[in-house]
């Protein structure tokens, strides 16, 4: 598919964007994995990244994370026009990246020295509870369950607090609690302001929390829209 004149997902949102993805494009030997994306997103929007396995959404998320080198293309990160450092930028990805050896709370230390921060114990114990991880703060990551290390990273993502939020399947290895847990932050992440992309497949699931919605398709932007309407087109294509 071309369709060229596909416009970008915020194309005229009432605030400056945080962040301005133009023309990104990333190629894995002769194979583009993401091909000429515009993004805009301001604080407190969130999108839905859809498509098929292999479409192109981690490794556009990976890009807008930092992570991967565009092979061309644009990515801006700033502060709407009102100066200062970058907004960062917090991802949760399909691997967790914690420290095998390190406890949870440990991680929370490391991340608020990383951050520049006061690591206030009382405040990590709290948000450890609060993603279901009492009782099991002290030992190390490599015991924790798939479903376990994903809560920690939810933790750790919290607790770093980005303007810019990059979720990557996030619901994928959680319980029922837990992607009710995932939900309630999603929500209140999106309400205290964060730019939000979740790249995930249950689009019937969060179609319907999120704003606007991108569906790529070897690497392209296939649709954008609404993020209600994703569902209906992902339909359509397996029709
Ligand atoms: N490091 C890499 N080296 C070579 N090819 C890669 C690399 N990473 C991704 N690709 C290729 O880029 C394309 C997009 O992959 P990507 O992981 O971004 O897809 P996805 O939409 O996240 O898929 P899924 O739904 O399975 O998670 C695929 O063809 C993949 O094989
Ligand atoms: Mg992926």
């Keep these: 598919?071309?369709?060229?004149?596909?416009?970008?997902?915020?194309?005229?949102?009432?605030?400056?964007?945080?962040?301005?993805?133009?023309?990104?494009?990333?190629?894995?030997?002769?194979?583009?994995?993401?091909?000429?994306?515009?993004?805009?997103l301001s604080a407190g929007r969130s999108l839905l990244l859809a498509g098929h396995n292999g479409a192109g959404k981690t490794t556009l998320l990976q890009l807008l994370a930092g992570l991967l080198r565009p092979t061309a293309g644009t990515l801006t990160l700033d502060r709407g026009g009102r100066g200062g450092p970058p907004p960062r930028v917090g991802l949760i990805g399909h691997r967790g990246g914690h420290w095998q050896d390190l406890g949870a709370d440990?991680?929370?230390?490391?991340?608020?020295?990383?951050?520049?921060?006061?690591?206030?114990?009382?405040?990590?114990?709290?948000?450890?509870?609060?993603?279901?991880?009492?009782?099991?703060?002290?030992?190390?990551?490599?015991?924790?369950?798939?479903?376990?290390?994903?809560?920690?990273?939810?933790?750790?993502?919290?607790?770093?607090?980005?303007?810019?939020?990059?979720?990557?399947?996030p619901y994928g290895k959680l319980d029922h609690d837990g992607t009710a847990l995932m939900d309630g932050v999603v929500d209140e992440l999106v309400a205290r302001g964060k730019a939000l992309v979740m790249a995930t497949h249950l689009v019937s699931h969060v179609a319907h929390r999120l704003h606007s919605g991108l569906v790529l398709d070897g690497g392209e932007m296939r649709w954008v829209g609404p993020a209600s309407g994703v569902p209906a087109i992902l339909a359509k294509e397996s029709e």
Excluded: C
């Design 1 to 40: 598919m071309t369709e060229t004149a596909l416009a970008s997902p915020e194309a005229a949102p009432s605030a400056p964007p945080l962040l301005v993805a133009s023309g990104l494009s990333r190629r894995f030997g002769d194979r583009w994995a993401v091909a000429g994306v515009n993004l805009r």
């Design 106 to 169: 440990e991680h929370l230390r490391i991340d608020a020295h990383l951050l520049g921060r006061r690591f206030d114990r009382a405040e990590a114990r709290a948000l450890l509870a609060r993603v279901g991880l009492d009782g099991r703060d002290r030992e190390p990551v490599r015991q924790f369950s798939a479903g376990m290390s994903k809560r920690l990273s939810l933790a750790r993502l919290l607790y770093q607090d980005p303007e810019v939020v990059l979720l990557d399947e």
